[in-house]
C-alpha cells in the first residue's frame, strides 16, 4: 500500500529566471551565428536555447490545501503540499489533488430498517483528503468511492436499526440521533480510511417512512399517544377521586355507604375523563331519591 511521501523540490522562481536568462541568450546567439555566418554560434546559440525551453514544462504551482503528486514513469516519488512555484524534472508528471474539505449528501435512499419497515434516509458526509497516495493510487476514483461507499454505509446502518423504538435501550432512528450519527461516522471512517480520505462529519439529512406505508405508520403514532394521553388522565383522575372521598370523610360533611361511594366515583370519573363538557343534572329532592 502507497503512502504519501512529501518532497520539497527546487524553487520554481530562481529556475524560471534562469531558464528564461538562459532561452533568450542562446536566442542571441543564434542571431549572432547567423548574421556574421558564424555556423559554430549560431547552432550553439540555439542547441542551449531548446535545452533551456524543454525544462520550462517542469515549472509548477501549488495552491493552498492542494497537493501535487509527482510521478516519473509510472513510478511514485513523493507529493508537494507547499504553495508556491516550483520546478522538479519536466519528464514528472504532476496530478493536482484537492485538499479542501467537501460535503457530499446522499441520494434519499429507500431501505427496510429492523423491522423490514421500508423508509427514506439522507445523510450528509464532510470529509476531506489526507493521504494524496492513497486516494490517487489505491482506488480508482475517489470521489466515486466517497459517493458509493457513503451510501453502502448509510443502507447498512438503516437495516440494523428501527425508525421507532419498540422497547427500552433500543436505539431507533428518529429519536436517538447521536447514536445513529455516530454509527454512521465509524462505518464510514472504517471504508474510506483505506482511500486516503478523513470523515469530519456525518449525520442523518432525511429520514421518513415510505409513502406507501406512512399513512398507518401516521395513525399508529396518533394512537400512542392517545393511549399515552388517555393513560395520564385515568391516573390524574383516579387521584382528584381519591382526594376527594378522603377530604369528604375527614370533614365529615357527608357519610356514603359503598354503593354511593360507587356511584360518585362513576360520576367523577365521568366528568374528569370525558373529552365534552358534562351537562350536570340537579337533583331537587334528598340525597338518596
Request: charged share 20%; glycine share 8%.
Amino acid at each position: 500500500m502507497l503512502r504519501e511521501l512529501q518532497v520539497k523540490p527546487s524553487n520554481g522562481i530562481g529556475v524560471a529566471v534562469l531558464l528564461t536568462a538562459v532561452v533568450l541568450g542562446g536566442l542571441y546567439g543564434f542571431y549572432l551565428g547567423a548574421r556574421g555566418e558564424n555556423v559554430a554560434l549560431a547552432v550553439g546559440g540555439l542547441t542551449l536555447a531548446v535545452l533551456a525551453g524543454l525544462g520550462l514544462p517542469g515549472l509548477f504551482t501549488v495552491e493552498p490545501n492542494e497537493g501535487k503528486a509527482l510521478t516519473l514513469f509510472g513510478t511514485y516519488k513523493g507529493t508537494v503540499r507547499e504553495p508556491g512555484l516550483w520546478w522538479v524534472n519536466p519528464f514528472m508528471s504532476k496530478t493536482g489533488v484537492s485538499l479542501r474539505v467537501r460535503n457530499f449528501e446522499t441520494n434519499k435512499l429507500k431501505v427496510n430498517d429492523a423491522y423490514s419497515n421500508p423508509v427514506e434516509i439522507g445523510a450528509i458526509v464532510v470529509w476531506r483528503v489526507v493521504d494524496t497516495a492513497e486516494a490517487l493510487f489505491e482506488v480508482n476514483d475517489y470521489v466515486q468511492y466517497v459517493a458509493v461507499q457513503s451510501e453502502s454505509a448509510l443502507r447498512a446502518l438503516a437495516s440494523q436499526h428501527p425508525y421507532d423504538a419498540h422497547g427500552a435501550g433500543e436505539i431507533a432512528l428518529s429519536t436517538n440521533q447521536d447514536e445513529v450519527n455516530k454509527g454512521l461516522a465509524k462505518a464510514l471512517v472504517d471504508r474510506l480510511s483505506k482511500a486516503g480520505v478523513e470523515v469530519i462529519e456525518a449525520r442523518i439529512s432525511h429520514l421518513a417512512y415510505s409513502p406507501e406505508i406512512a399513512a398507518a405508520m401516521l395513525q399508529r403514532q396518533q394512537a400512542s399517544a392517545i393511549v399515552a394521553a388517555r393513560q395520564t388522565i385515568v391516573e390524574g383522575a383516579v387521584g382528584m377521586v381519591q382526594l376527594a372521598l378522603a377530604s369528604l370523610k375527614e370533614r365529615d360533611i357527608v357519610d356514603l355507604d359503598g354503593e354511593r361511594k360507587a356511584a360518585m366515583v362513576s360520576n367523577l370519573l365521568v366528568v374528569l375523563c370525558s373529552e365534552r363538557s358534562t351537562q350536570p343534572v340537579v337533583n331537587t329532592g334528598s340525597l338518596y331519591t
